[in-house]
T-cell receptor, first 115, second 114 residues
C-alpha cells in the first residue's frame, strides 16, 4: 500500500520570502505521479504542480517548484516570493500510473503568509 | 470548460433522511472518486470507480453506496444520514494521455446532518 506523509501541520512565512513544504511517500512501484494541491478557505482543490516519476527534471510552475528525490522518496514544494494569496492548506498526493489506481493524499500543511 | 460538476453544493439533512450526491465529468475520464473531508483534516476515500461498470470501497465506505451510471456520471448515496456524515464531499476524476493521471476535482458539496 502507498502512503504519503506531510510532517509539518502548520507553517508560516513572511510575504516575499521563500518557504519549503515537505512530503515523503512510500511505494514499491517505480511508475507514478506526484502532485501538490492548494486548498484555500473556499475548500476548492487547486492543482499547483505535477511531477512524473520517470522524469529526473524537477517540475516548475512560475513561483512554485519541487525538489523530487526519487531514491529518498521525497517530494518537497518550494514557494518563492510568497504572496498573501498563497495562504491555504497544501496537500501532497500520489497516484500510480494507470487508471485503475487509487489516489493517496497526505494530511496537509496549513501555510500562513504574513505581512 | 465544465470539468467535474457536483450537485448540490449545499444540503442540510435530518438524521435518517436519504439523499444522493451527483457528479459528472466531461473529460472522458475512466476513473472517478468520492472523497470526504472533515474539518481540519485531509481527504479520505469513500468509494472509487476505475471504469464504467466497476466500483470499489475506499477507506470509509460504511453508510454510503455508489453508482457508476455511465462513463460520465458517478453518484454517491446516503441511505440513512447520520450526524457523523456531516462533511464536505468531493468528487474527482482522472484519465490518461496528455493529462497523465492528473486529478481533477469538483467544487465540493457541503453536507450538514442535524
Amino acid at each position: 500500500a502507498q502512503t504519503v506523509t506531510q510532517s509539518q501541520p502548520e507553517m508560516s512565512v513572511q510575504e516575499a520570502e521563500t518557504v519549503t513544504l515537505s512530503c515523503t511517500y512510500d511505494t514499491s512501484e517505480s511508475n507514478y505521479y506526484l502532485f501538490w494541491y492548494k486548498q484555500p478557505p473556499s475548500r476548492q482543490m487547486i492543482l499547483v504542480i505535477r511531477q512524473e516519476a520517470y522524469k529526473q527534471q524537477n517540475a516548475t510552475e512560475n513561483r512554485f517548484s519541487v525538489n523530487f528525490q526519487k531514491a529518498a522518496k521525497s517530494f518537497s514544494l518550494k514557494i518563492s516570493d510568497s504572496q498573501l494569496g498563497d495562504t491555504a492548506m497544501y496537500f501532497c498526493a500520489f497516484i500510480l500510473t494507470g487508471t485503475a489506481s487509487k489516489l493517496t493524499f497526505g494530511t496537509g500543511t496549513r501555510l500562513q503568509v504574513t505581512l | 470548460n465544465a470539468g467535474v460538476t457536483q450537485t448540490p453544493k449545499f444540503q442540510v439533512l435530518k438524521t435518517g433522511q436519504s439523499m444522493t450526491l451527483q457528479c459528472a465529468q466531461d473529460m472522458n475520464h475512466n476513473s472517478m472518486y468520492w472523497y470526504r473531508q472533515d474539518p481540519g483534516m485531509g481527504l479520505r476515500l469513500i468509494y472509487y470507480s476505475a471504469s464504467e461498470g466497476t466500483t470499489d470501497k475506499g477507506e470509509v465506505p460504511n453508510g454510503y453506496n455508489v453508482s457508476r451510471l455511465n462513463k460520465r456520471e458517478f453518484s454517491l448515496r446516503l441511505e440513512s444520514a447520520a450526524p457523523s456524515q456531516t462533511s464536505v464531499y468531493f468528487c474527482a476524476s482522472t484519465g490518461t494521455g496528455v493529462t497523465g493521471n492528473t486529478i481533477y476535482f469538483g467544487e465540493g458539496s457541503w453536507l450538514t446532518v442535524v
